[in-house]
């Protein structure tokens, strides 16, 4: 998936529409906060994209969630991708309606594969109208894209987001033939806290033996809320900081519940990932959730659970958004790509 330069404003749009994290500072455990400046190790090709993080992600609370919101709603979309074909529908759930975006190309064919799509913002923040995954994914991978517009918190704390999202895999799964799509081709992806709805979902699934699940793919997610680990008791990072993300997590479980968080909101607190959908896991090292994200995959591998593993050094938070086209960032995007065209079984 090659990705042209963005203009500042779709860099924004992108990033602040799409990925993203959260946590709560009293959930922190043995892991003390480190003046060490992470922002040393970054890619030397990303350095000058810092100066277009928006100010807003600096501090994010409850006080300031609104004026952030508004701000980002301000922001224009990335726009539509050539090739793609997009429809917003409502599906009914036991929770009321939920908006989808569906992303078909427009070389429709039957026995597609599918990607049920869980956009980022630190579960309290995005939108699900969001080319830059979505539409790419559906154009290179001739695949339909089911994008999610879940719940927010703190309006909608947990599980509320995750109900929203699990409901519209099984509407994909139930309208597999409307949407020209193999039920048993169906991939759940995401990036930063959509990746770790994506996580907390598979593990729900697999515990209810609902339907199948033929990959997932998690882009830097937020897993854990601790942040326990050596980066994660770094403060300083680009684009999302501890403090922030301790905040995000405090809105997301509305509480702050510490190692009895549900494995469904947070997948670190899960006690047994056996029997999980084959996985790809990717990170930078600059990244709060480097360390987590680490740990994650290493506990899927011992667990029996295909896993691959990309740490990308140099690479801060979503920064292949920010410089698409530094060395750094096509290799992420290609190995991202690449990965899902292996798990959905889509031939070169």
């Known amino acids: ?98 908006s989808i975006y569906i992303y078909q190309p427009e070389n429709d064919s039957a026995n597609k594969p599918a990607i049920l799509w869980i956009h980022g913002g630190g579960y309290i923040m995005g939108d699900a109208d969001s080319n830059y995954f979505a539409g790419e994914f559906s154009k290179q991978l001739n695949a339909t894209v089911v994008s999610v517009d879940y719940r927010l918190a703190p309006e909608h704390p947990f599980p509320a987001g995750l109900n929203d999202s699990y409901a519209a895999l099984l509407w994909m799964v139930k309208h597999a033939e409307d949407l020209g799509i193999s039920p048993s081709r169906i991939a759940v992806a995401g990036q930063s806290a959509g990746a770790g709805l994506a996580a907390g979902l598979v593990l729900y699934n697999r515990d209810l033996k609902g339907p199948e699940i033929a990959f997932q793919l998690l882009l830097y997610p937020m897993l854990d809320n601790l942040h326990d680990t050596p980066s994660g008791s770094i403060e300083d990072y680009p684009v999302w900081n501890r403090q922030t993300s ?100 889509i031939p070169d």
């Open 1 to 98: 998936m090659k990705i042209k330069s963005l203009s500042h404003k779709t860099l924004v749009t992108v990033l602040l529409l799409a990925p993203l994290i959260g946590c709560s500072p009293q959930l922190a455990t043995s892991s003390a906060k480190s003046s060490s400046n992470i922002r040393a190790p970054i890619d030397s090709k990303l350095v000058a994209s810092l100066k277009n993080i928006p100010p807003q992600l600096s501090s994010i609370n409850r006080e300031t969630l609104a004026e952030t919101r508004a701000a980002l709603g301000e922001i224009p979309n990335f726009p539509d991708t050539p090739g793609v074909n997009i429809e917003k529908k409502q599906i009914k759930t036991a929770d009321g309606d939920v």
């Open 246 to 345: 301790f905040n995000a997590w405090e809105m997301y479980f509305n509480g702050t519940p510490g190692l009895n968080a549900s494995p469904y909101g947070a997948a670190a607190r899960a006690k047994d990932v056996s029997g999980l959908p084959k996985a790809f896991i990717t990170v930078g090292t600059a990244d709060l959730f480097r360390d987590e994200n680490i740990e994650y995959a290493q506990r899927l591998m011992a667990a029996g659970v295909p896993t691959q593993l990309s740490v990308f050094p140099g690479m801060f938070h979503a920064g292949q958004i920010f410089s698409p086209n530094a060395p750094i960032s096509q290799q992420m995007i290609l190995s991202f790509s690449s990965a899902l065209k292996d798990g959905l079984a």
